[in-house]
């Protein structure tokens, strides 16, 4: 069946560049005599249109994603709390339960005469993508996510504007550091895979980085603090993933909603507190959070959103489908969408900015 309207969703997080790939899919589309629509926040536009004064899908034109390409968050909306195949819904017993509404959102796709989907997400976004593609739905998934944790692609959009924006508040906090002889803790985002505290804390020059993928024991981190000290070098920068855990002991959580996955945050307090009480050295606490998220995306970040979004309608026209566009350079390929949800790209303790980071003399808390 010939493509002559396409939807376009972001879900999960928002990262910079979802709107430069919003715009490249339009633009791309139109040339080919598609019309676009945007599903608000994730799928909810088109699972409770009733919530939403334009039904819940927008239209897409190059009119309406012009100008764009610059701007941080996403024009679509988006929500971690949206799973069609687990979605949560308040029971008449008051409590919260997940229901699978895929089958609902595939007749509202039908409704709506939306012959295919490209999906802007992350780990989950992309396994909700491969399921409602196994279902028959024509899906395309853009990799997505500032932790670059996505298997299967070099890169994921995002990631490069996050580093960036660490190594800038890296960069300022050594100044003030260094002025008044502290320890700096800073807490970067990144669950399960350290990639943005490993390269923004090479990048910044930290003396110390926590990362999810090795358990850290603070005493280790304590003594390269001390050993500065006594080589006259008073500051000391310390790096730590929001999913960085000691040895033994388990990563440190915010809490948990219906529907989401639990929240991270506080690690980089407790490291603090405890280098704080071994070292004797007055320490400071940053937690950059959704900063990390937020604002314009690098010129990195916006070229591969655009080569994604292009690559995207690209694969939709050649009538492939249940893929997911990959950064494989010099190329953007495609890989099935069974081969990456649920794997999960970790750092890999033996890569080559790991042995940098060593032959710098960082400390890995290990
Ligand atoms: O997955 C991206 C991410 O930024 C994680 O690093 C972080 O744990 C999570 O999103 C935070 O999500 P929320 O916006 O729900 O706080």
Known sequence: MKIKRIAINTGGGDAPGLNAVIRAIV??????????????????????????????????????????????????????????LSYPVLGEDGQYHEIDRSDELLDAFADNKLDALVAIGGDGSLGIAGALANKGLRVVGVPKTIDNDLDKTVATFGFNSAVYFATECIDRLHTTAASHQRIMVVEVMGRYAGWIALNSGVAGTADAILLPEIP???????????????????????????????????????????????????????????????????????????????????????????????????ALAEGVTGIMVALDPPTVNYVPLAEVAGRMKQVPLDCDTMLTGRDLGINFGD
């Open 27 to 84: 633009l791309a589309a139109t040339q080919r005599g598609w019309e676009c629509v945007g599903i608000r926040d994730g799928y909810n536009g088109l699972l409770m249109p009733e919530h939403y004064p334009d039904g819940g899908l927008m239209p897409l034109t190059p009119d309406t994603v012009r100008g764009i390409t610059h701007l941080g968050g996403t024009i679509l909306g988006t929500t971690n709390r949206g799973n069609p």
């Open 216 to 314: 850290y024991d603070i005493t280790k981190v304590a003594e390269k603090v001390q050993s500065r000290t006594a080589h006259g070098r008073d500051f000391s920068i310390v790096v730590v993933a929001e999913g960085a855990r000691p040895i033994g002991g388990d990563v440190t959580i915010i809490g948990k909603a219906v529907g989401q996955a639990e929240r991270l945050g506080g690690v980089g307090h407790k490291v603090g507190a405890a280098l704080e009480a071994l070292t004797g050295k007055e320490t400071r606490v940053v937690v950059l959070g959704h900063l990390l998220r937020g604002g314009k995306p690098t010129a990195y970040d916006r070229l591969l959103s655009l080569r994604f979004g292009a690559a995207a309608v690209r």
